[in-house]
């Protein structure tokens, strides 16, 4: 798990070069690709979401483009399409910006549910099927999906389908005042981003994701995991709770973080760090609670209270 730990470190350490006072985010992208997921940023305008995508793709020498979600973007402006070539005549597939390593697709509620499916057979299956045709999209792929979670005016709240396809779900959040005189003093002169340069190879991302699956989850720990999972769906406070994608993204996700701290072995610590960020966007609220302020947040932050560790072994 040394190559692990190191590869992190180095991209962490790259990345910080531009993005200041998110260690912790960065992270969390970093065991986004380490479980081959995907990640949606939801957060104000202006707090280096964009960035950061361009950040951690530089450092890691992959491809990286940008949808800009729009109501008039069209699924194959995402996917690619056929066009007729006069000269051979026949027709030519002209590969859309999903055929690259990290896509961003920028205010993604934006775009209407229509377009918003192009991206759930990319983000599953990691292909791409267009007139009949399936294409494998290249290793690694990373989704990150932005949007604001204040202007809903023209947007299209994401399908509980498309949601459940995302690993994590989190927030920038603003920095403290020692972070934001720190970057102002980055932005001086010429942009840092401009100068960064890869500090790791993007293609063994795959190969360290394999190195992965070999992280030990003792079975009183996968318990766990289910019993967390299986909470949410019985909650009275929830009218939908958490899929079983939802179960193995946090199984994954412990694996992947136990890994990048330089352990062969998952912890409960690992499952109840990485909760928070792998179930809330999984759940549904009844209306009823909703209106008494409760928030998929709080739910699950509350099973993580009362969830006992030994709950048995499931087989």
Not at 32 to 42: F, Q, T, W
Not at 62 to 74: E, G, H, K, S, W
Not at 166 to 173: A, I, P, Q, T
Not at 234 to 262: E, I, K, T
């Amino acid at each position: 798990m040394d190559e692990i730990r190191s590869f992190a470190a180095s991209v962490r350490a790259n990345v910080e070069k531009v993005i200041v006072g998110k260690s912790e985010t960065v992270d969390t992208l970093l065991l986004a690709l380490l479980c081959e997921g995907h990640v949606l940023l939801e957060d104000v305008p202006g707090v280096g979401k964009t960035m950061l995508a361009r950040a951690l793709a530089v450092s890691l020498g992959v491809d990286f483009r940008r949808i800009q979600c729009t109501p008039d973007l069209l699924p194959s402006d995402v996917t690619g399409v056929n066009i007729f070539n006069q000269e051979t005549r026949q027709f030519q597939f002209v590969p859309g910006p999903a055929f690259t390593h990290i896509l961003l697709a920028d205010e993604v509620n934006r775009a209407t549910p229509r377009a918003q499916s192009s991206l759930l057979e990319c983000m599953g299956e990691r292909q791409v099927t267009v007139d009949g045709q399936t294409r494998t999209l290249p290793r690694p792929f990373l989704v990150l999906a932005t949007q604001n979670p204040i202007e809903y005016e023209g947007t299209f709240p994401l399908p509980e389908a498309q949601l459940d396809r995302f690993l994590f779900k989190l927030k920038l959040g603003y920095l403290t005042s020692g972070e934001e005189s720190a970057m102002l003093v980055n932005l001086g002169g010429q942009h840092p981003i401009e100068m960064l340069q890869s500090v790791v190879d993007g293609a063994t991302v795959p190969r360290l994701a394999e190195q992965v699956w070999s992280v030990h989850v003792d079975a009183t720990v996968r318990s766990y995991i289910v019993g967390l999972v299986q909470a949410t769906r019985s909650h009275v406070d929830l009218a939908l709770g958490a899929s079983p994608r939802g179960s193995l993204a946090l199984y994954r996700a412990a694996q992947a973080r136990a890994a990048m701290a330089g352990r062969t072995f998952v912890l409960p610590d690992d499952v109840q760090s990485l909760a928070m960020l792998a179930l809330p966007h999984r759940c549904i609220v009844r209306p009823e609670s909703a209106l008494r302020g409760r928030t998929a947040v709080d739910v699950v932050r509350e099973i993580v209270e009362k969830t006992p560790l030994d709950l048995g072994n499931v087989e």
